[in-house]
């Protein structure tokens, strides 16, 4: 059996958090470059996937946390977003202050056209690999991920 000195990380897992690293980089350096023709970055397509088709206006709160991200990054992106015409904010008939967030046309367009860029970019991607293993990687993401969430 192999030990481990006391404090050492568990090397498999952080091995893993390191790729997991690299890989978030490399794709949000993809993102950008797939969809700058649409004049949008990683961080406005993720905005424009969070509500989605069909759209379901939410809150910047709540797209944030369905992102795992600061409430704030996303209200920066949001109201860049709304200036240029990609999203709008809509009242809140729940919430006077906390207004709800909904794709414009211009939005639904963009975000239709990065669409159909991602699945080819995506087949490539995972080509070779097996919906088994991708299933069992994302199983053990969503894993650690809820760990952290759980811890915080």
Do not use: Y
């Amino acid at each position: 059996m192999h030990s481990t000195k006391p404090g050492t990380p568990n090397k498999p897992t952080n091995d893993l958090i390191v790729e997991v690293f690299r890989l978030n980089g490399s794709l949000l350096a993809t993102a950008d470059r797939l969809v700058s023709k649409f004049g949008i970055t990683a961080a406005r397509w993720q905005v424009l996937g969070a509500i989605g088709l069909p759209e379901e206006p939410e809150t910047v709160a709540r797209l944030a946390r369905n992102m795992g991200l600061s409430r704030q990054s996303v209200q920066r992106v949001v109201n860049e977003m709304v200036d240029e015409g990609m999203l709008r904010l809509l009242e809140n008939p729940h919430h006077a202050r906390a207004r709800l967030v909904t794709m414009t046309d211009k939005g639904r367009n963009i975000f239709a056209a990065a669409i159909e860029l991602q699945e080819p970019w995506v087949k490539s991607l995972s080509a070779g690999i097996g919906k088994d293993r991708i299933n069992d990687a994302c199983r053990i993401l969503r894993t650690l991920r809820e760990r952290l969430e759980a811890k915080s």
